[in-house]
């Protein structure tokens, strides 16, 4: 399951309710398997203001973070609302595609 979720995080970003539903299995399966990409450094939390605004590292500019068992990471968000989201990061991408850094 690893491998699928690391998969869709280098293609782009999701929240942990889209995760869900492309890896179409049960929430505790996805949050272990997201912890430990998270755990690894190969995927990271990123941070959008609303549907429309870019992506960011969360950072001291963002707001505080859910846990992952907060039942509002699990739920799709209004458009108006922020988003957390998870990504690929450089080392995730590389160890996605065999790369050897």
Do not use: C, K
């Not at 990123?46 to 699990?74: K, M, V």
Request: proline share 7%; aromatic share 8%.
């Amino acid at each position: 399951m690893r491998e699928e979720v690391l998969s869709l995080l280098t293609e782009d970003y999701y929240g942990l309710w889209e995760l869900r539903v492309q890896v179409g299995t049960e929430r505790d399966q996805v949050a272990e398997a997201v912890q430990g990409l998270l755990d690894a450094g190969l995927v990271a939390w990123f941070y959008r203001a609303s549907d429309a605004s870019p992506a960011t590292p969360e950072g001291s500019n963002t707001p505080p973070r859910p846990g992952l068992g907060d039942h509002s990471h699990w739920q799709v968000p209004r458009p108006e609302r922020g988003q957390w989201l998870l990504g690929a990061t450089a080392a995730g991408v590389s160890a996605y595609l065999g790369i050897e850094e």
